[in-house]
């Protein structure tokens, strides 16, 4: 099975899938949409995205398997509790070749993308430290971010960066005026190489 099959296969198993298709040049792909009304149909809803591509030369466990991983693991535990929130969970394609998917979505939105609260990106989350130090970026773009993240964090050791700009997909979003955080374990020497394998994936550090 190939990674695009078990992303959409995975995805489905919590609700109906979109197929969002781009080509940029000699690049094809496609972004998987997961929809999740919450109990108030007039909230704007909160978009949460990791990517499933990977570097060739990587098996990419960390970059970012684990980002997937994360994202499909709030999914199913979203799908099993009443929210007032609506959500969407998608799955971009081309990051690794300059943030295609997640731009491509941006510029050719399935839902109004005026009306996404917010964007939460899950990319490289898989090789927390054992002091739990937590980078997230994008904690500048809205008034609420940092209060929230304090109010609602007993565990990790916060490295905040005001910047919603980054090499990954929230930029998009960030440049089209959408509050964003990106959520990273930290930066290894094994990244973007074939040592960035499964076995050094701290999978009780997803869990938290």
Do not use: C, W
């Not at 394609?93 to 993308?113: A, D, Q, R, W």
């Not at 007993?154 to 509050?179: C, Q």
């Amino acid at each position: 099975m190939t990674v695009r099959s078990y992303v959409k296969e995975r995805l489905s198993s919590f609700g109906e899938v979109e197929e969002n298709f781009f080509k940029e040049g000699s690049e094809e792909g496609v972004n998987y949409i997961l929809k999740f009304p919450g109990e108030k149909q007039n909230l704007d809803p909160i978009l949460i995205g990791a990517h499933y591509d990977g570097p060739i030369q990587s098996p990419g466990a960390d970059d970012n398997a684990s980002g997937v991983a994360l994202m499909l693991d709030l999914a199913g535990k979203l799908k099993s509790i009443a929210s007032q929130n609506n959500y969407l969970f998608v799955a971009f394609s081309g990051e690794e070749m300059g943030l295609l998917g997640s731009n491509y979505f941006v510029k050719n939105p399935t839902t109004s993308i005026e009306s996404i609260n917010y964007m939460i990106n899950m990319d490289m989350v898989g090789r927390l430290k054992e002091d739990k130090s937590l980078a997230i970026y994008g904690v500048g773009t809205s008034p609420i971010f940092k209060q929230t993240l304090k109010s609602n964090n007993e565990v990790f050791s916060i490295i905040e960066n005001e910047s919603g700009m980054g090499p990954s997909d929230h930029t998009s979003f960030y440049l089209a005026d959408i509050p964003v955080l990106h959520f990273f374990t930290g930066q290894h020497s094994d990244y973007h190489k074939p040592s960035d394998d499964f076995e050094k994936i701290n999978y009780q550090g997803i869990e938290l």
